[in-house]
């Protein structure tokens, strides 16, 4: 079993930055691939990036290439993703979640945590 808890979500301006974290407990966690997603309201959740086991590599959605960056921490057990040059069209409630591989379907996660708002005011 894995657990994930987000963080860091809240209000910014557009041209903004935050950073999400997303805590994980767990006895394997550190081995699992970890992936952000999003859901905007009447919109299904859209893969936002990823990142490997020990972070040998990562993976974007375009819409956010260049902007965002995913990272994580294994000695802390945290994921963080570094939201930079914010939009209005970014706001939504953010996702971590854990798969065994790195994956882009939101249905081949296994984990998933309660999600954090982000809201991108213009």
């Known amino acids: 079993q894995v657990q994930l808890v987000e963080s860091g979500g809240g209000l910014v301006q557009a041209g903004g930055s935050l950073r999400l974290s997303c805590a994980a407990s767990?006895?394997?966690?550190?081995?699992?691939?970890m992936g952000w997603f999003r859901q905007a309201p009447g919109k299904e959740r859209e893969f936002v990036g990823g990142i490997s086991w020990i972070g040998i590599s990562t993976r974007y959605a375009d819409s956010v290439k260049g902007r965002f960056t995913i990272s994580r921490d294994d000695a802390k057990n945290t994921v963080y993703l570094q939201m930079n040059s914010l939009k209005p069209e970014d706001t939504a409630v953010y996702y971590c979640?854990?798969?065994?591989?790195?994956?882009?379907?939101?249905?081949?996660?296994?984990?998933w945590g309660q999600g954090t708002q982000v809201t991108v005011s213009s």
């Open positions: 979640a854990a798969a065994p591989t790195p994956k882009v379907a939101p249905d081949e996660y296994d984990y």
């Open positions: 767990g006895r394997t966690w550190g081995r699992y691939s």
